[in-house]
């Protein structure tokens, strides 16, 4: 390495500049915070005393002023009525006098100055006030107007003076304090201008030391590096400058010489990764080949089972009619397996084929009410409804883009599942509402069956998955997963929520539309300005509006106090059975 002048590192060198000017700056601010903690007293002076020892002189003489015309207005009239400036004048003075007194702790000269007034004042009544107050009392407004001489005017005429001049000493004490304000503040902007011109002196400084150490040395680096980036590998990298940079110059050469050894490596590596990536570019091309073929295979192969299956299941349940009774009863039973196999092999085929369509033969997405979704949901499962004396109910739900037929049959696999997974003694009691979460509605639909054990909330979407036997619940198993597959096909998810007491309820989301997000943000605007605006105005015991229910039916049963079943106004409930 090549020393440099003073054998100083750059970083020795630029904390030494540091600290110097950091020095100069707390300096320089412990002296600006004094001179403005002084400067703020001083202005705090001018504000909180010796402008309202202005105010208040002024509403001493005022006070006084009151005093001696009342007492002029009372020797003429004889009138009690025109004392009463004259008390008012009197508890008036010795309220500002309190109030001057609190302020004048720094200020013996307007203190002496108020002392004097005072005394005057005091003076003035005793032998002026007072007597012409008791005379005009005792002899009449003759008498009283006899003591208002030109000696009377005289002694009011020197408490005036004495006010004067406490103003007076009030307004030299105030220009005192302002030229002090003016003194600091002068002496905190020199300070300020000098502590600016130490940080432009010493950023000059950094500026012209950092050009010669780092910027020239740098240059001069980037200047090798950016040869050997052009493929020079083999050029040596030296460098001049601070320790520092000489380390950083050994350090990047060091890295150009390993760059150099390993270039081979990988070139030799992107050989083989090009490769790999044109085999996995072929894989997925086949993959994709692969799944299409699949997908035709499985609606192919669906459609051609059919034929085949329903000659099965015709000719099975021409046997089981017309040979009932006449073969043994263990030819019934084996003929009743074969119609049972062979609807239940219909019954897979088919729901396998729907589930297969879902995303694949498509219509398109348009705004779906899902509130006429569910009254084409009621009608589809009202004979079920009317078979497990069910009851089905909704709130107001949203309007979504997506495909009317799939979210129908989605909704329809819900409720059917609700119905058929019910508990012995209870009627089934299915109510699907919906809620703004985020950017996305969150539909749930609940019931009061039997219920879903933590462990299987997953397993239930997994197509043939089956919790109970066929015997108990009745089914395919490929019900959920389809409800799986449209929800996600329309970009939502779907769960089982688990932490509810009783039932089953299945949560998905599906996207808002833009004009319900806009809708819910001026919503939540209005209600923060109401909440700010209307504070308690609303009754405690004012409850809020209820949503409104709706179902398949339009009527319902009254009580027998003619209010509408379940004390609800304006709701609608479907109950068959």
Not at 269 to 294: C, F, G, M, P
Request: with cysteine; hydrophobic share 40%; charged share 25%.
């Amino acid at each position: 390495m090549k020393p440099v002048i003073g054998g100083w590192s750059l970083r020795r060198r630029v904390i030494t500049l540091l600290t110097v000017v950091g020095l100069l700056l707390i300096a320089l601010a412990a002296a600006e915070a004094t001179m403005a903690a002084r400067n703020r007293t001083q202005i705090d002076a001018v504000l909180n005393e010796t402008g309202p020892l202005r105010v208040q002189s002024q509403e001493l003489l005022n006070a006084l002023l009151d005093q001696e015309t009342a007492i002029r207005g009372y020797a003429v009239s004889g009138d009690q009525d025109d004392l009463n400036p004259y008390r008012e004048g009197l508890a008036q003075e010795k309220s500002v006098v309190v109030s001057m007194r609190a302020l004048l702790d720094d200020y013996p000269q307007i203190s002496q100055e108020l002392r004097i007034v005072e005394e005057r004042t005091a003076q003035w009544r005793q032998s002026v006030a007072e007597p012409v107050i008791t005379t005009t009392e005792r002899s009449g407004t003759s008498a009283g107007q006899a003591l208002v001489t030109e000696r009377a005017r005289q002694q009011f005429d020197e408490v005036r003076s004495a006010v004067n001049d406490l103003q007076e000493e009030v307004l030299a004490a105030r220009e005192q304090t302002a030229d002090n304000v003016r003194t600091s503040s002068n002496v905190l902007v020199v300070l300020l201008i000098v502590a600016a011109l130490v940080v432009v002196v010493a950023g000059a400084v950094l500026l012209l030391s950092l050009d010669r150490m780092v910027v020239r040395p740098l240059t001069g680096l980037a200047t090798q590096v950016r040869e050997v980036a052009e493929g020079d590998y083999q050029h040596r990298i030296a460098t001049t400058g601070p320790p520092e940079f000489i380390q950083l110059g050994d350090d990047v050469d060091a890295m150009r010489q390993k760059i150099a050894a390993d270039l081979a490596e990988v070139r030799a590596a992107r050989e083989r990764i090009e490769w790999v990536n044109s085999q996995l570019q072929k894989q997925a091309e086949e993959l994709t080949r692969s799944n299409r073929d699949l997908e035709q295979f499985a609606y192919v192969a669906s459609h051609d089972l059919q034929e085949p299956l329903r000659k099965v299941a015709s000719f099975c349940q021409l046997l089981q009619r017309r040979y009932a009774g006449q073969l043994d009863e263990r030819a019934d039973q084996y003929i009743a397996f074969a119609v049972d196999g062979a609807q239940r092999m219909q019954r897979l085929i088919n729901d396998l084929l729907a589930f297969s369509r879902i995303g694949r033969l498509t219509t398109g997405f348009v705004e779906v009410d899902l509130n006429k979704v569910m009254g084409d949901v009621a009608g589809q499962t009202e004979a079920a409804r009317q078979y497990a004396d069910a009851e089905l109910t909704w709130t107001d739900l949203p309007v979504i883009s997506g495909e009317e037929p799939l979210l129908t049959n989605l909704l329809a696999n819900l409720v059917s599942n609700a119905i058929k997974f019910r508990r012995a003694d209870v009627a089934p009691a299915v109510h699907v509402s919906a809620r703004l979460v985020g950017s996305e509605w969150e539909i749930s639909c609940q019931d009061n069956g039997i219920g879903i054990e933590p462990e299987f909330a997953d397993k239930i979407f997994v197509i043939f998955q089956r919790l109970h036997s066929k015997d108990a619940y009745p089914g395919t198993g490929i019900g959920l997963a389809i409800v799986k597959k449209i929800v996600e096909y329309h970009g939502g998810r779907v769960w089982v929520d688990t932490s509810v007491p009783e039932g089953t309820a299945i949560r998905f989301t599906l996207p808002a539309l833009p004009g319900d997000l806009e809708a819910a943000a001026a919503a939540d605007s209005s209600e923060q300005q109401s909440a700010l605006t209307a504070g308690d105005a609303t009754p405690s015991n004012e409850a809020p509006a209820a949503p409104t229910e709706q179902s398949g039916g339009s009527d319902r049963p009254d009580r027998a106090d003619g209010s509408p079943e379940g004390g609800r106004t304006g709701d609608m409930r479907e109950t068959v059975g």
